[in-house]
């Protein structure tokens, strides 16, 4: 019998979604938390900007490689065991971080607590399978997603508050309280699936080793790719010689880790999954789910501060009636997946996120608050239709024995989408930036008429303020220059929308092409 038999629960089964759902939302939190922290981490400990950056990218590598071996250790040490395992490292190396009295002591903690994250969310999906019927599924899930949906919009927010009325060393101590009532929620109210016992007796007698050179070779393309794309542009691409080598390394691995999970009996990813029409149209789907979510929460509310003067508290509260949003509507699309066909209610989803999208690419320097506000409402509408009918369509065909596998695939991509659609829209950011400033200063000559208007009538208002003619004119000139760059950047971050509408609209004929589901027993998890 697989792990994945359905398990009888010692409480109901809302009472344990709250639990695992926590626990998820601490994982997925701690991706974002310390993006906003970073200034007071590099003043506290002493150490450059670019060195502290490291707290975000070392997490991101360690939180990517352990996904894959998730599904193994799940059938070797058993679902309950491996979950408390994950979410007691997670919890301590989260305390290790908030008194780490150095970058190195940091650094470490925060691999190890990637490593406790990144095994507890796809484990946390198997749990919530097998406490619901599978009528009920859908809005089990429901409660999951709003956990991984919502996290990421809090992290921000919540991190930039502590770290302004406390310290940064709460944006990870914050964890500890939470982790140890979690710890014992998830001791007392979650049993084994039952036969799991059974199973890993029989592992043991068959002897079934891991794929460690298969992991080894995902865990090498993984890692180097996220250091890759995290670092990218900060050390200049190609023109930096760190990454020309984890580019290579990750492309090396990639090459090889093909022929040999093909081969192997027991891969640590299946690559034939990511094959299949069903699954792999799937992966892509909630890799550009990840890509947006991501993108979205990190650079909308870097527009409003850079370019419309928003403190961090209401670049917060622009995001917040988004995420308000998107909790009642995960548990909408949680009972409507249950009646309507998967691949209608993903592409209703990629169409109100590519509106909303859409939206934004008529952002000016006078734009209200609210019409940013309602643009991440619509998208708050949008993402629950793809995450939660996106479970359901993956999990179709597959076997019970492959479900942990599955789950761990499908938080992959999610991750790997996000750091792919924060690389890409910073890329088209500073890129298009440039080439907007270039183009604006064309005009901003002397014998432009408009430029000598504007210099004049500019000049004469700052005479007005009681400068000199001479002094008038030098504030004058760097105003314009000034309304240059604001422009410039105004623009680069519409291309940047534009970018994301587009990959929206991608996933609609995606979406389309899935097959129909049978409703209700196959909802979720494949059982």
């Not at 080894?216 to 080598?245: H, K």
């Not at 090889?256 to 192997?264: T, V």
């Not at 369509?393 to 750091?419: E, F, H, V």
């Not at 432009?448 to 008038?472: E, I, R």
Request: contains cysteine.
């Amino acid at each position: 019998m697989s792990t994945s038999a359905v398990a009888k629960p010692s409480a109901t089964p809302w009472i344990i979604a709250i639990v695992v759902a926590l626990a998820s939302f601490m994982e997925v939190l701690d991706t974002t938390i310390a993006n906003v922290a970073l200034n007071y981490i590099s003043g506290g400990l002493g150490v450059s900007q670019d060195e502290a950056s490291w707290v975000v990218t070392t997490y991101l590598v360690s939180n990517a490689v352990i996904v894959t071996a998730t599904s193994y250790l799940v059938r070797i040490f058993g679902r309950k065991t491996f979950f408390l395992a994950c979410l007691a490292l997670f919890t301590i190396s989260s305390v290790m971080c908030g008194f780490a009295p150095n970058l190195q002591f940091l650094l470490l903690a925060r691999i190890l607590q990637g490593i406790g994250g990144g095994g507890m969310v796809p484990v946390a999906q198997s749990i919530l399978a097998d406490s619901f019927p599978p009528e009920k599924r859908g809005q089990g899930f429901a409660l999951f997603g709003v956990a991984v949906v919502v996290a990421p919009v809090v992290g921000p927010t919540l991190g930039g508050w502590l770290s302004d009325n406390f310290s940064w060393h709460w944006c990870f101590l914050i964890n500890g309280p939470v982790g140890i009532l979690t710890l014992a929620a998830v001791a007392i109210l979650i049993k084994e699936p039952e036969g799991s016992a059974e199973e890993r007796v029989r592992l043991r007698k068959e002897k079934i080793g891991f794929d460690w050179i298969g992991f080894g070779l995902v865990a090498t393309f993984l890692g180097a790719l996220e250091l890759t794309l995290d670092r990218g542009l900060e050390d200049d691409w190609f023109g930096s010689n760190f990454i020309i080598m984890a580019a290579s390394i990750s492309a090396l691995a990639f090459v090889l880790m093909i022929p040999w999970e093909l081969k192997h009996k027991n891969p640590a990813v299946d690559i034939r999954m990511l094959v299949s029409r069903q699954f792999g149209t799937c992966f892509i789907v909630m890799m550009a789910t990840g890509a947006l979510l991501l993108a979205t929460t990190q650079y909308l509310p870097q527009l409003v501060q850079q370019n419309l003067g928003y403190t961090a508290t209401w670049a917060g509260m622009m995001l917040s009636p988004g995420g308000v949003v998107t909790l009642v509507m995960m548990f909408v699309v949680g009972i409507l997946s249950s009646k309507v066909q998967p691949k209608y209610l993903i592409a209703i989803g990629a169409g109100f996120v590519a509106f909303s999208m859409y939206r934004v690419t008529s952002v000016y320097s006078g734009i209200g608050f609210w019409y940013l506000a309602e643009a991440r409402m619509l998208q708050g509408i949008g993402l629950p239709f793809i995450f939660l009918p996106i479970t359901s369509a993956s999990y179709d065909g597959i076997p019970p024995s492959k479900t942990d596998q599955a789950s761990a695939l499908l938080n992959a991509a999610r991750n790997t989408g996000g750091s792919i659609g924060v690389s890409l829209i910073s890329n088209i950011i500073t890129h298009r930036e440039q080439f907007h400033q270039s183009r604006l200063v064309e005009h901003a000559i002397p014998s432009n008429g408009a430029y000598q208007d504007t210099l004049n009538q500019v000049t004469n208002y700052f005479v007005g303020q009681g400068s000199s003619l001479v002094a008038a004119q030098q504030q004058a000139i760097g105003w314009i220059n000034q309304q240059v760059q604001s422009q410039a950047s105004l623009l680069s971050y519409v291309d940047a929308f534009w970018v994301l509408t587009l990959i929206s609209l991608a996933a609609i004929p995606l979406a389309l092409t899935l097959r129909n589901v049978t409703l209700g027993k196959k909802a979720s998890m494949g059982h």
